[in-house]
Structure formats: structure tokens, C-alpha cells
């Protein structure tokens, strides 16, 4: 099956520091990548859904200036939590399909970020 | 607006069989999916139904009614290992996935 990977795996910051989250699309391109929060013991939150070379598309709610998602190729999305505070710890999940509608998504392992 | 309601939380004996309900109500259909997700770690793909019916895959097996809403994972001869959560999502007509909160399943001896 399809490998998504993500780094780090986890990360702890000082408030105010900015953080950048990688996933990467091991062994296939990935049309479309996504971003997840999950704060403990919720479920999944799509933070924005991003396609290769074009802006991301952001759920209502999400601040775009302060989570940068940068998808500079098909194997690629880079999320950067800017500023981080206390509040913004939580367990960030990538995501990637091979196309639109109709494919499984495959996660990345998760990125655990704590915020001090 | 577009809903996903499951069960919070169910409780099943080891060895034994447990459905899982999923309704939902979104902005067209291209889809269901079910999800396995461990704590601290993140989904793994179970199954996928888009036409109405059962699909079976080993002990998991998910059926899916599109005139009433609904879909169920079904889950036979339990092991301990199943404890996790199940999340149901569909996709909507714009192909976005609509997430449900996630059904807690523990197993117990």
C-alpha cells in the first residue's frame, strides 16, 4: 500500500516559537494532501486540504496566517504552525490520495506537538 | 448542514460479534468509508462502500443503505486488538470527507 510519512513525530516548543511539519508521499504522487487535527479523545479535524502548486483551502475557522501549508510538489505539503501557543498542542495528521473522490486516504503517522 | 452520527462508546466481549451504526446526512454521496484508529496513532483504512449492500473482507464487513442514510461495520470473532475507535466518514459531492466523532469500541476479556 501507499506510505505517507511525517517529521517529526513529535515536538516540543516554547510559546511564540514557529514549527514545521513535513509529509511526504513515499511511493506514490499525491494529487491532494490534508491536514488533520485531533485533540485527545475527539475525532478528526480537517484543517485544509492542499493541491500541488496551488493555494490550500482552508475549513472555516482555520486561521491561514497562522497554519502555512505549502504543497511545493506532488510528494510534499509542508504545515508550519507560526507563533505556536499552549492552545495550538495537539496531534497534527497528514493525509494524501492518489486522486479526487472515491480513494481511501492514506495517513502519515502523526506529528505530536506540544506547546510549553 | 452535514452530519455523521455514531455511537460514542460500545463494549463487546472478546469472541464474540459487534455492529457499529453510522448514519449520515451530507451534501450528496460518493462514498463511505470506515477507519480504524488506534490511540496515539493514526487511521488506518478498513473498507469502502459506494454501492448500496454488503462488503465483507476477512472479520471486518461494512454495509451501506444510500436511501436511508445508513451504513455499519461489522466485526466478528473479536480479539483485544480491536479495541479502538472506528470513524465513519463520507464523501460529499464535492468529494471532501465528512467525518463522524468516532465509535470507542473496548474489548473486553
Known amino acids: 500500500g501507499a506510505v505517507v510519512s511525517q517529521h517529526p513525530s513529535w515536538v516540543i516548543c516554547k510559546s511564540g516559537t514557529s514549527v514545521k511539519i513535513e509529509c511526504r508521499s513515499l511511493d506514490f504522487q499525491a494529487t491532494t494532501m490534508f491536514w488533520y487535527r485531533q485533540f485527545p479523545k475527539q475525532s478528526l479535524m480537517l484543517m485544509a486540504t492542499s493541491n500541488e502548486g496551488s493555494k490550500a483551502t482552508y475549513e472555516q475557522g482555520v486561521e491561514k496566517d497562522k497554519f502555512l501549508i505549502n504543497h511545493a510538489s506532488l510528494t510534499l505539503s509542508t504545515l508550519t504552525v507560526t507563533s505556536a501557543h499552549p492552545e495550538d498542542s495537539s496531534f497534527y495528521i497528514c493525509?494524501?490520495?492518489?486522486?479526487?473522490?472515491?480513494?481511501?486516504?492514506?495517513f502519515g503517522p502523526g506529528t505530536r506537538l506540544t506547546v510549553l | 448542514g452535514q452530519n455523521i452520527d455514531q455511537p460514542t462508546e460500545m463494549t463487546a466481549t472478546e469472541g464474540a460479534i459487534v455492529q457499529i451504526n453510522c448514519t449520515y446526512q451530507?451534501?450528496?454521496?460518493?462514498?463511505l468509508f470506515w477507519y480504524q484508529q488506534h490511540a496515539g496513532e493514526a487511521p488506518t483504512f478498513l473498507s469502502y462502500?459506494?454501492l448500496d449492500g454488503l462488503e465483507e473482507k476477512g472479520r471486518f464487513s461494512s454495509f451501506l443503505s444510500r436511501s436511508k442514510g445508513y451504513s455499519y461495520l461489522l466485526l466478528k470473532e473479536l480479539q483485544m486488538k480491536d479495541s479502538a475507535s472506528y470513524l465513519c466518514a463520507v464523501e460529499d459531492s464535492n468529494y471532501q470527507l465528512i467525518w463522524g466523532a468516532g465509535t470507542k469500541l473496548i474489548i473486553k476479556p
Open positions: 451530507t451534501s450528496g454521496f460518493n462514498g
Open positions: 493525509s494524501a490520495s492518489l486522486q479526487r473522490g472515491g480513494q481511501e486516504q492514506f
Open positions: 462502500n459506494v
